[in-house]
């Protein structure tokens, strides 16, 4: 049937499968793991322990890693707090600050293209008696600012607007949301998950109070996490959620992951040496990416702004597929989809139905994520690969050929089931 | 997801892709699903008027692999039966030959409709009285 080049050569120093989904997790960088090694036998000290040679080498470890993480966002270490993960550190900011502010008001502003972690963690405080405010997006992925400043009332305790989207990549205009919540003296927590290590997060700058990151987005291992929290101008305080020893200055009780926070001190340390080149050089490769596909593919379209973007993103819709029969045609590579299909849900990503896009436009999106290690010799065959299976999948959408015959979908009566 | 190996050559090697002449008397068209649910099937059939014998089916399906090779699954299976074989075609059929998860049953059914959809088009053009109901397009 086909004309087109279904498996593509394999471009040398290429293997596959080629890992394309820096979203959901970034492999550890060799550089990190030799900095845990040590961590996990002889260095194997808990950091709690004052008392001993063991403990003092657990607990300086610990306080390195403060350092490389404070440095890359602008903090002290002594505002650092180590999790397992942005899911315990969106947890504990929302529900602590909640908590600790509840006599101040009960009102929480956020926005509809969160992070679950942060959706359900807000969800469950409305069950307590918190209101929420879940602020549109625009088209482009973007809120809108003015609905910030009217959403904000005198109950209002926290807004929380993540910096940059797990699925388009798009970045919110953060110091714009620091500036607004500072001058109305309320409290600015923002999921930095994606945006630390990857574009330039400073929490003086851009009046961050809290903010959330995690290792393992950044080549650093899974299962630890951070949470910043102000101590001046304004000193924040938070609840703690998980009670015990009293570790993290109260605020996070628990024995601290050494190997895990140590992984996370390095993996900051080289985001902060490496960000600008390794930025540059992922954007090159996404446009790369971009312009091939649009140069041999219509009916192809970004989702969310182009201009406020992760380097690393791209998510792409190529309508008339469906993402999933795409995504089972380039087998090699670990991308993911916003079809329904590959969801336990059957429904689309609610990200790119904020974003106002069609159901249609949602299940034929891809979302590549760049990272570290992908190349530009993986980007081609990534191309090629991809234009192949549309062109192939196209032959076969009924959809496709109606429109090129000049028929209007929307006018057609569809049976919905 | 795991597919299993008859859905991935269904979609690998899809049979009978293409389009039959849709004004032609001897043609049936099914047209079923919407681009909102992930899924639209175009099943068509082109029927012999002496032995109400399916000749030749074609298909094209927007979709996801499983719905690519339900259908395409249902191209096969009506070629060749007469009308009233191919009505008897049931979605479980093609849920056991495919081996698909619960989460892919709805594929089957619309593979089914699209049949009765495109067997009802043809018995309109027809004039043949509907013996028994078809899925509504």
């Known amino acids: 049937m086909s004309t087109v080049t279904m498996n593509p050569v394999v471009p040398e120093g290429v293997s596959l499968p080629i890992y394309m989904d820096n979203h959901a997790t970034s492999p550890m960088d060799p550089r990190v793991l030799e900095a845990m090694i040590p961590y996990f036998s002889g260095k194997f000290g808990n950091a709690a322990s004052r008392n001993h040679s063991f403990g003092w080498e657990a607990e300086q470890a610990v306080e390195q890693a403060r350092e490389?993480?404070?440095?890359?966002?602008?903090?002290?270490?002594?505002?650092?707090?180590?999790?397992?993960?942005?899911?315990?550190?969106?947890?504990?900011?929302i529900k602590g600050i909640a908590e600790m502010y509840r006599e101040r008001g009960n009102h929480i502003i956020t926005q509809v293209t969160e992070h679950k972690a942060v959706l359900d963690t807000c969800k469950r405080l409305e069950k307590y008696g918190y209101r929420v405010t879940y602020l549109p997006v625009k088209a482009d992925g973007l809120i809108d600012l003015d609905d910030l400043r009217r959403a904000i009332d005198d109950k209002t305790i926290l807004v929380t607007i993540m910096s940059a989207n797990?699925?388009?990549?798009?970045?919110?205009?953060?110091?714009?949301?620091?500036?607004?919540?500072?001058?109305?003296?309320?409290?600015?927590?923002?999921?930095?998950?994606?945006?630390?290590?990857?574009?330039?997060?400073?929490?003086?700058?851009?009046?961050?109070?809290?903010?959330?990151?995690?290792?393992?987005?950044?080549?650093?291992?899974?299962?630890?996490?951070?949470?910043?929290?102000?101590?001046?101008?304004?000193?924040?305080?938070?609840?703690?959620?998980?009670?015990?020893?009293?570790?993290?200055?109260?605020?996070?009780?628990?024995?601290?992951?050494?190997?895990?926070?140590?992984?996370?001190?390095?993996?900051?340390?080289?985001?902060?040496?490496?960000?600008?080149?390794?930025?540059?050089?992922?954007?090159?490769?996404?446009?790369?990416?971009?312009?091939?596909?649009?140069?041999?593919?219509?009916?192809?379209?970004?989702?969310?702004?182009?201009?406020?973007?992760?380097?690393?993103?791209?998510?792409?819709?190529?309508?008339?597929?469906?993402?999933?029969?795409?995504?089972?045609?380039?087998?090699?590579?670990a991308v993911s989809s916003g079809s329904a299909c590959t969801s336990a849900t059957?429904?689309?990503?609610?990200?790119?139905?904020?974003?106002?896009?069609?159901?249609?436009?949602?299940?034929?999106?891809?979302?590549?994520?760049?990272?570290?290690?992908?190349?530009?010799?993986?980007?081609?065959?990534?191309?090629?690969?991809?234009?192949?299976?549309v062109k192939k999948l196209r032959e076969l959408s009924p959809l496709y050929e109606m429109v090129k015959e000049g028929i209007d979908l929307s006018k057609i009566e569809w049976a919905a089931h | 997801m795991a597919y299993?190996?008859?859905?991935?050559?269904?979609?690998?090697?899809?049979?009978?892709?293409?389009?039959?002449?849709?004004?032609?008397?001897?043609?049936?068209?099914?047209?079923?699903?919407?681009?909102?649910?992930?899924?639209?099937?175009?099943?068509?059939i082109r029927v012999n008027p002496e032995t109400q014998v399916i000749e030749e089916a074609k298909f094209k399906t927007f979709g996801c692999g499983s719905a690519i090779a339900s259908s395409s699954l249902a191209t096969e299976w009506v070629k060749g039966k007469t009308i009233a074989e191919a009505m008897e075609i049931k979605n479980t059929d093609i849920v056991k030959e495919l081996a698909l998860p619960p989460v892919k049953i709805h594929c089957s059914v619309l593979a089914e409709d699209a049949i009765r959809a495109a067997i009802g088009d043809w018995k309109k053009?027809?004039?043949?009285?509907?013996?028994?109901?078809?899925?509504a397009n």
């Open chain 1, 68 to 93: 490389q993480i404070a440095r890359l966002i602008g903090a002290t270490a002594k505002e650092i707090i180590f999790t397992s993960g942005a899911t315990e550190s969106n947890n504990l900011a």
């Open chain 1, 166 to 333: 797990n699925e388009i990549g798009v970045v919110q205009p953060v110091a714009e949301i620091g500036k607004i919540c500072h001058e109305k003296g309320v409290i600015f927590h923002t999921d930095a998950v994606q945006a630390v290590g990857k574009i330039p997060v400073d929490v003086q700058a851009m009046q961050i109070d809290v903010l959330s990151l995690t290792a393992h987005k950044i080549y650093g291992p899974k299962g630890v996490g951070a949470l910043y929290v102000r101590r001046r101008n304004p000193r924040v305080q938070i609840a703690s959620q998980i009670d015990g020893g009293g570790h993290e200055r109260g605020m996070r009780s628990g024995t601290l992951n050494v190997p895990g926070i140590v992984g996370l001190g390095k993996a900051c340390e080289i985001a902060m040496q490496e960000m600008a080149t390794e930025a540059e050089r992922l954007r090159a490769m996404r446009d790369h990416l971009r312009a091939r596909m649009e140069a041999e593919l219509d009916y192809v379209e970004v989702n969310g702004s182009w201009k406020h973007r992760l380097p690393g993103n791209l998510n792409m819709s190529f309508i008339y597929v469906e993402g999933e029969s795409l995504l089972m045609g380039i087998n090699d590579v």
């Open chain 1, 346 to 389: 059957l429904e689309p990503s609610y990200v790119l139905k904020a974003l106002g896009l069609g159901d249609d436009v949602a299940h034929s999106s891809i979302r590549f994520g760049l990272g570290r290690f992908n190349t530009m010799a993986e980007c081609d065959y990534v191309a090629d690969k991809v234009i192949g299976i």
């Open chain 2, 4 to 44: 299993s190996d008859k859905v991935v050559d269904h979609y690998n090697n899809p049979r009978n892709v293409g389009a039959l002449d849709k004004s032609s008397e001897e043609v049936g068209t099914g047209l079923v699903g919407a681009p909102e649910c992930g899924d639209v099937m175009r099943l068509q």
């Open chain 2, 125 to 135: 053009k027809n004039g043949v009285a509907e013996t028994e109901a078809v899925a």
